[in-house]
């Protein structure tokens, strides 16, 4: 079975330049994540989507990140602009999303690292 | 103080020996804890659920300890191919989760 499909795996940018994230997760997996990772630290949550809607995006910095799942697959995470401090790795994770207070183990992609110089 | 929090370490061990972390949390009301593993420049992944009576998969065992909050994992017999950086994740009952920063093990010949 494929796991989660994130690409590209490196990207290096100008900061004020926009950037795009993909994620393909595992088929069936009706909940899908995007982290931020920094150097030493651990995953932080920036979006959570149950199929299609975005049912958490309080840590999601709305000035200038944007996500979709526009059909409850694939999901693409945005930045516009980027700056320096945006220098991170940028996980996608899923999970089966069988709903309710019951936690199913997040799969990770091998996520994107990003380098705003 | 934040809401889960983990010796960074490093830990350095020899080949055969006993290691423990611990993770400690701050919301009472958090339900489930799990730890994962996450190799140098790879993802994050599941190692293995705590629950409330604790549990055992080989060499590693979970525990928790709600009344001071914080869960351990307990590595017996380090081998090699232990070494890794091991995130706590606390799930809080509205959906809401938490990793820890992780703590590092460098497990040497």
């Known amino acids: 079975e494929a796991g989660v499909v994130q690409s590209p795996r490196y990207k290096i940018i100008e900061k004020k330049q926009p950037v795009a994230f993909w994620c393909n997760p595992i088929s069936g997996h009706n909940t899908l994540y995007w982290y931020r990772q920094n150097l030493g630290q651990g995953p932080e949550l920036l979006i959570r989507y149950e199929n299609e809607e975005a049912v958490d995006d309080s840590q999601l910095p709305k000035d200038r990140f944007s996500a979709e799942r526009l059909k409850g697959v694939d999901s693409t995470l945005k930045i516009q602009p980027a700056e320096l401090g945006d220098s991170a790795v940028y996980l996608c994770a899923s999970d089966p999303g069988q709903g309710g207070e019951i936690y199913n183990e997040q799969f990770f992609g091998p996520g994107t690292r990003l380098t705003v110089l | 103080r934040k809401e889960v929090e983990q010796d960074p370490g490093p830990f350095n061990v020899p080949e055969g020996a006993t290691v423990a972390f611990n993770c400690t949390y701050s919301?009472?009301?958090?339900?489930?804890f799990f730890w994962y593993r996450q190799d140098c420049r790879k993802e994050p992944k599941l190692l293995m659920s705590v629950y409330s009576s604790g549990n055992e998969d080989g060499r590693f065992t979970a525990q928790l300890n709600r009344a001071s909050q914080y869960i351990s994992l307990l590595i017996r017999d380090s081998k090699l191919s232990d070494s890794a950086t091991y995130l706590c994740?606390?799930?809080?009952?509205?959906?809401?989760?938490?990793f820890g920063a992780g703590t590092r093990l460098t497990v040497k010949p």
């Open positions: 919301n009472s009301a958090s339900q489930s």
């Open positions: 994740v606390v799930f809080f009952n509205n959906n809401d989760m938490r």
